[in-house]
């Protein structure tokens, strides 16, 4: 999504536009008198995802405005959880220098309170001393990723060391609410890497300085680890191809029913992932609820 605001240059876009004809103000989603600001880094940003979240019979005149944001020295990573539909879920880490790409939800007191439900597990935090650019966009209206100076005094730029992702945005926030898990996130032991975060390979990022990982290539790893053992850390890992060519897609869907059937199963290897958790530190977090 672009948007581009009359005040900010000079022209309207389609996403003003969009949310003014159903009642929005992008302005005034900035700021926190109606909505609170949270960022949707994983499946909260998805229509199915919300639409379960909120069903239709509860929440009828439910409107959530789902926008594209670039947030600075962030990266999304695999937390030590596999959930209960199967997905090895998601969280925020630290990462000096990463740019990624992901979205924010602005949400009613209602609203949060129903997210707040849903999110156990995960503490809800706020997050300080941020670049968080909100609805960037470039001329051909996507996200402009590109290392190249500023190209006039307007532009509002990520820039690191130097290096810089060159785009508008609709905003540079400083400060969001973030649903992170209260374990953090998964370190896993590569035998060649060392202990590390594994960043989602689905979600966009520039300077990517941790391993990335499909949502496939990392739970076949993690049931390739899980199966040597039976109790205890896991031992060292191969690279992720070194294992998805070894496992069958057939094996790895009979593990995941297995898991979603069996919730006393599931529970042992969460703790078993929990061995290798990194807790988040970064010190501009403040904790608002402890789940």
């Known amino acids: 999504m672009r948007a581009k605001n009359r005040n900010y240059f000079g022209q309207r876009s389609s996403a003003t536009d969009f949310a003014a004809a159903h009642g929005m103000d992008l302005v005034r989603l900035s700021r926190e008198e109606l909505f609170w600001p949270v960022l949707a880094i994983g499946s909260n940003a998805g229509p199915e995802q919300l639409r379960r979240k909120y069903p239709l019979q509860d929440f009828p005149d439910c409107v959530i405005p789902v926008v594209q944001v670039a947030l600075e ?34 949400l009613t007191g209602p609203l949060m309170e129903r997210m707040h439900a849903t999110e156990g597990g995960y503490n809800l935090c706020r997050l300080l001393g941020l ?13 402009q ?4 100076q500023m190209r006039n005094a307007d532009d509002k730029t990520c820039a690191k060391e130097g290096l810089q992702v060159a785009f508008r945005s609709f905003e540079i926030r400083d400060w969001v609410y973030q649903y992170n898990h209260k374990l953090g996130c998964i370190k896993l032991p590569f ?10 390979a689905a979600i966009p990022a520039e ?14 790893t993690l049931m390739t680890a899980l199966d ?4 205890g850390p896991l031992s060292p ?17 009979d593990w995941l029913l297995h898991l979603i059937k069996n919730s006393t199963a ?26």
């Open 73 to 106: 020295d962030f990266d999304v990573v695999y937390a030590p959880y596999i959930a209960t539909y199967g997905s090895c879920t998601a969280t925020l880490e630290h990462s000096p220098g990463t740019v990624t790409y992901i979205f924010i939800t602005y």
């Open 131 to 143: 670049r968080l650019h909100v609805a960037p966009w470039s001329a051909d209206g996507n996200v």
């Open 145 to 148: 990723r590109e290392n190249n």
């Open 191 to 200: 035998k060649e890497l060392g202990g590390s975060p594994v960043a989602i």
């Open 207 to 220: 300077r990517r300085t941790f391993p990335a990982a499909s949502q496939v290539q990392m739970l076949t």
């Open 228 to 231: 040597k053992t039976h109790e």
């Open 237 to 253: 890992l191969p690279a992720f191809g070194d294992v998805c060519e070894k496992i069958s897609s057939k094996a790895l869907d």
């Open 266 to 291: 599931r529970s042992a290897i969460c703790k078993r992932l929990s061995l290798h958790a990194q807790m988040f530190f970064y010190p501009n977090c403040e904790v608002i609820a402890d789940m």
